[in-house]
């Protein structure tokens, strides 16, 4: 089976590569200090310090070969080749939802940089497939729990 690939913005892969810095340097050492102090506790085998560690070892492993995997298998969106034409991965798009004329700017990114708080949302979301590859004025259907949405593309910015 072959490793997914992972679309990644220039910034979106800086922030992942100074998590993993962090977790590798700092984070792992921490955890390997808390480990060193609740063994000195003694007996480890009823000592929820020593577990806690432990546990949190374990996810800052787990984390690490997620951020290496990711990285490993990133492929970078070039801003050069962004147009305004069509949405495509790192394109900011202004959305209009004609049911209650409201309007909405989200930035195409891959799932690791996905936010929607911040209106950065997934190609594979919902609405990132469905604007994916549409002219500006286009307007697309996106098919949500809650029923059918509809929007405008309003405008299509690098």
Request: glycine residues 6%; negative net charge; hydrophobic residues 35%.
């Amino acid at each position: 089976m072959s490793d997914k690939e992972t679309l990644l913005t220039v910034e979106g892969l800086k922030r992942l590569e100074q998590e993993l810095e962090y977790l590798k340097s700092v984070r792992r050492r921490e955890v390997a200090e808390r480990i060193k102090q609740a063994i000195e506790f003694g007996d480890i085998s009823e000592n929820s310090e020593y577990e806690d560690a432990k546990n949190e070892q374990a996810f800052i492993e787990g984390r690490i070969l997620t951020l290496e995997k990711k990285l490993r298998n990133a492929r970078i969106i070039d801003g050069a080749e962004l147009t305004t034409e069509v949405v495509s991965m790192g394109s900011r798009v202004l959305l209009k939802d004609l049911e209650n004329d409201e309007e909405i700017e989200y930035t195409i990114v891959g799932s690791m940089e996905a936010d929607p708080a911040a209106n950065r949302i997934s190609n594979e979301s919902p609405v990132g497939k469905a604007i994916l590859g549409q002219p500006n004025g286009a307007v697309v259907q996106v098919n949500v729990p809650a029923g059918t949405l509809k929007y405008k593309i309003m405008d299509i910015m690098k």
